[in-house]
T-cell receptor, first 116, second 114 residues
Framework: EAGVAQSPRYKIIEKRQSVAFWCNPI?????LYWYQQILGQGPKLLIQ????????DSQLPKDRFSAERLKGVDSTLKIQPAKLEDSAVYLC??????????????FGNGTRLTVT | QQQVKQSPQSLIVQKGGISIINCAYE??????FPWYQQFPGKGPALLIA?????SEKKEGRFTISFNKSAKQFSLHIMDSQPGDSATYFC?????????????FGPGTRLSVLP
């Protein structure tokens, strides 16, 4: 099966600019996650979707971050305006909601964002 | 309570040696413990996972040991190879009403010397 696709791979922007990341999950995976991974740290959850609805956005800085998942497939994460501390790798992951309750996350290769 | 602690931060092992990474958690509601391997420029990839009703799980050279009473679990890499050099993350998962949440440890950077 094809893996989780993310684009772009790299992005460099100046602070106060806006940026958007795109994710296409594994086909049939109803659950989609966006994680932020700061250098030297583990992934930190930003938002979780079940189909096209948000089920957990408690850790999303909503004053600057937004995300959507139209039609329950692709998702877009946006930052506007960006701050220096947003420099990180943004990982998209998907998980099958069918079958066993405990199923693993499948990650994309991420988008490395540098804010200057 | 949602934290997962991981140690060591970095680890250097000779080829053929045993690599051991330890993790600890507080929330007893966690019920699934996966380990992820991440190479530079790549996303984390599932390596091996265990449920708390099992004390040990082995897949090839990789073994998870799980101590439910101590709320600790560890990854053992036997006969470590230079190709195992990567960052390893332990994680803990909890089922919630809307799905499944994952909490990750801070990672261990493993270097296996040839």
């Amino acid at each position: 099966e094809a893996g989780v696709a993310q684009s772009p791979r790299y992005k460099i922007i100046e602070k106060r600019q806006s940026v958007a990341f795109w994710c296409n999950p594994i086909s049939g995976h109803a659950t989609l996650y966006w994680y932020q991974q700061i250098l030297g740290q583990g992934p930190k959850l930003l938002i979780q979707f079940q189909n096209n609805g948000v089920v957990d956005d408690s850790q999303l800085p909503k004053d600057r971050f937004s995300a959507e998942r139209l039609k329950g497939v692709d998702s877009t994460l946006k930052i506007q305006p960006a701050k220096l501390e947003d420099s990180a790798v943004y990982l998209c992951a998907s998980r099958s909601s069918q079958g066993a309750l405990n199923s693993p996350l499948h990650f994309g290769n991420g988008t490395r964002l540098t804010v200057t | 309570q949602q934290q997962v602690k991981q140690s060591p931060q970095s680890l250097i092992v000779q080829k053929g040696g045993i690599s051991i990474i330890n993790c600890a958690y507080e929330n007893t509601a966690f019920d699934y413990f996966p380990w992820y391997q991440q190479f530079p420029g790549k996303g984390p990839a599932l390596l091996i996972a265990i449920r708390p009703d099992v004390s040990e799980k082995k897949e090839g050279r990789f073994t998870i040991s799980f101590n439910k009473s101590a709320k600790q679990f560890s990854l053992h890499i036997m006969d470590s190879q230079p190709g195992d050099s990567a960052t390893y993350f332990c994680a803990a998962s909890i089922i919630v009403y809307y799905g499944q949440n994952f909490v990750f440890g801070p990672g261990t950077r493993l270097s296996v010397l040839p």
